[in-house]
């Protein structure tokens, strides 16, 4: 039988499966059904910098994202490693995100292949379900990738649906079975919900979702403070937050966190090039310059410091970004352990019409003075903020 939504919400949530893998798959028939390692390149087994990601078969050798290059590679020496091709990523995205907001009476996009849909005008989670169906199909038979989708009476619960099944997978997960369909999982699950957290919260034997809606709410403020009451009302199912329509691009952020905490310095200042190569992808798709440049570390202990500059022209010159972050990073970076290294391109300027790129505006690429030598504008010690950061 199938129950009506009534006027409760239906939000759906998309994310592509082992995405940059299966793009590269795509351009290399032959790969197929092959484990595949996009990432850095590993060099016999000495290789620096990280897995971006991994197809199904590769996972089941124990290789993930985030993963040292050197140990994906000691771990599954047969795959094949393949660098990143993030203009064919980005490509791919583009024309998913275009799949995917025919369907929904509001979209949001929230990474380079996951997106939200509204979707309650539909009648029943039935007829959410088949455009489900339809959207997956489509995405299969258009572009060649599959992806998970879970739909559910709002983003935390169809997020987590999504994850499930993976690959390819649905699930849908009615709002009567909210608080039923998360009880029984690990409190890692909700988002935002890092290991620090979720071992505060084993300490005062909290480890299941459902865990928190039967604990004191007064010991739970003790280690979440006043998220403790938006995570009780989660873990009942009730998420009250809109699918947001975003008004344009106004950053690009990508950010790395690793295995295991990295001390040596080159590998994490070419783990900063790959990111700010794949945000000079993104501002070229976006048609964007960029003025300021973020470059943000968290330490083994949390603490999390970030650095600004903010340039004298904005730009999409990779070589001037990429400057720019390493030296952001070198101020940030004293040869101690790191956990995550981010870099975000933000004060974005969206160009319209016929302009192209910086040469439109500004001939050559930018010069020493490209940047403002006073626009080192924080160096501000975040407190963690360990819950729904
Ligand atoms: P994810 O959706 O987290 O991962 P995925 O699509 O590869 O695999 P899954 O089937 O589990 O969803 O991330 C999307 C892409 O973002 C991923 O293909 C590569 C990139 N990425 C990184 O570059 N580094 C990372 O640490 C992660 C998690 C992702
Ligand atoms: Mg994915």
Redesign the pocket.
């Known amino acids: 039988m199938v129950t009506g939504a009534g006027n409760c919400r239906i939000i759906l949530h998309a994310?592509?499966?082992?995405?940059?893998?299966a793009v590269e798959t795509r351009e290399h028939p032959e790969l197929e059904g092959m484990p595949v390692v996009v990432g850095a390149d590993p060099m016999d087994g000495r290789g620096r910098g990280v897995v971006?990601?991994c197809s199904y078969e590769a996972r089941k050798f124990g290789v993930h994202?985030?993963m040292a290059i050197s140990r994906a590679y000691h771990l599954c020496p047969h795959a094949v490693f393949v660098r990143p091709h993030f203009p064919l990523y980005i490509r791919a995205s583009r024309e998913i995100m275009e799949i995917l907001r025919e369907y929904g009476d509001r979209f949001e996009q929230v990474?380079?292949?996951?997106a939200y849909l509204d979707l309650s005008s539909l009648d029943d989670w039935h007829e959410a379900g088949r455009v489900a169906g339809r959207i997956k199909e489509r995405i299969r038979g258009q572009l060649g990738l599959t992806c998970s989708i879970g739909i559910g009476p709002g983003k935390i619960v169809a997020k987590i649906a999504s994850d499930l099944r993976?690959?390819n997978g649905l699930t849908i997960v009615k709002l009567e079975e909210a608080e039923g369909f998360l009880a029984p999982l690990p409190v890692e699950k909700i988002p935002g919900i890092g290991i620090k957290t979720a071992a505060a919260l084993r300490n005062i034997g909290i480890e299941r979702i459902g865990d928190l809606v039967s604990a004191d709410i007064q010991v739970l403020m003790g280690v979440l403070g006043k998220a403790a009451v938006d995570l009780v009302a989660i873990a009942r199912g009730i998420d009250e937050r809109e699918v947001e329509e975003g008004d344009g691009v106004k950053s690009v952020s990508r950010e790395?966190?690793f295995e295991r905490d990295e001390e040596d310095t080159d590998t994490l200042l070419s783990v900063l090039d790959e990111l700010a190569e794949e945000l000079v992808c993104e501002l070229e798709e976006d048609r964007a310059l960029c003025r300021t440049v973020t470059v943000r570390v968290r330490f083994p202990d949390f603490s999390t410091h970030t650095r600004s500059k903010t340039l004298l022209h904005p730009t999409r010159e990779i070589r001037i970004l990429s400057a720019t972050a390493r030296e952001l990073a070198g101020l940030l970076l004293q040869g101690g352990r790191v956990r995550l290294i981010g870099l975000r391109f933000s004060s974005l300027l969206v160009l319209g019409g016929d302009q192209r790129c910086l040469s439109d505006f500004y001939p050559g690429p930018g010069s020493a003075d490209e940047t403002d030598p006073k626009g080192v504008d924080s160096d501000r010690p975040d407190r963690d903020q360990g819950v729904l950061e």
Do not use: N
Request: negative net charge; without cysteine; charged residues 25%.
């Open positions: 994310d592509m499966d082992s995405f940059y893998a971006s990601t994202s985030a990474s380079i292949d996951e993976k690959p790395t966190t």
